[in-house]
């Protein structure tokens, strides 16, 4: 079946301006996270969304970064103002999460590789 | 200016040899614990995972171990190949009301010499 996709796969912007990414999760996944990957790091949690729940936004570095997910299914990471130190790796994740089960395997797309100018 | 290139522990091994990678995690409620390989310009993939009531767990060729005394994560891999080399990351599960959010360790990086 079809896994978690993200687009675009790679994007270049210069400073100052607003980026959108995507994400699909794998059809019929509930919860979908976001992570940041930078260079030769490990992965960062920004934000989780489960359901019809509130997301954790926990993780989201400024107020420049923002998350939504319509439909429960598609979600889009826009960042406002890009700046130098946003270049990364943005990874999207998605997992299967049912009845009263809080644990979950998580399964990643291929990421969007983000460059700031 | 920005540094060039990884800064990742490195394990390097030859082929054929097993390789085992090791991994500290920070939360003794951690119930849950996933191995993942990150080839390069890929996301994560998926390998193993294992719950905290066992201490070991086997699959194709891999095999993980729990020490939840020593806050510990090993991944055990039998006759390593060319293939196996990329980015190897643990993460553990922190329950924390009802967020499912996994915490990543920087990863290890297994480089297989032919």
């Known amino acids: 079946g079809a896994g978690v996709s993200q687009s675009p796969s790679n994007k270049v912007t210069e400073k100052g301006k607003d980026v959108e990414l995507r994400c699909d999760p794998i059809s019929g996944h509930t919860a979908l996270y976001w992570y940041r990957q930078s260079l030769g790091q490990g992965l960062e949690f920004l934000i989780y969304?489960?359901?019809?729940?509130?997301?954790?936004k926990s993780g989201l570095p400024s107020d420049r970064f923002s998350a939504e997910r319509t439909g429960g299914s598609v979600s889009t990471l826009t960042i406002q103002r890009t700046q130098q130190e946003d270049s990364a790796v943005y990874l999207c994740a998605s997992s299967l999460v049912w009845g009263g089960a809080t644990t979950d395997t998580q399964y990643f797309g291929p990421g969007t590789r983000l460059t700031v100018l | 200016g920005e540094s060039v290139g990884l800064h990742l522990p490195t394990l390097s091994v030859q082929e054929g040899d097993n390789s085992i990678i090791n991994c500290a995690y920070s939360?003794?409620?951690?119930?849950?614990f996933i191995w993942y390989k990150q080839e390069s310009g890929k996301g994560p993939q998926f390998i193993i995972d294992i719950r905290s009531n066992m201490d070991k767990r086997q699959g194709q060729r891999v095999t993980v171990l729990l020490n939840k005394t020593v806050k510990h994560l090993s991944l055990q891999i039998a006759a390593t190949q060319p293939g196996d080399s990329a980015v190897y990351f643990c993460?553990?599960?922190?329950?924390?009301?009802?967020?499912?959010?996994?915490?990543f360790g920087t990863g290890t990086l297994l480089a297989v010499q032919p």
């Open positions: 993460a553990e599960n922190y329950p924390s009301g009802a967020t499912n959010k996994l915490i």
């Open positions: 969304f489960q359901g019809n729940s509130a997301p954790d």
């Open positions: 939360n003794s409620a951690s119930d849950y």
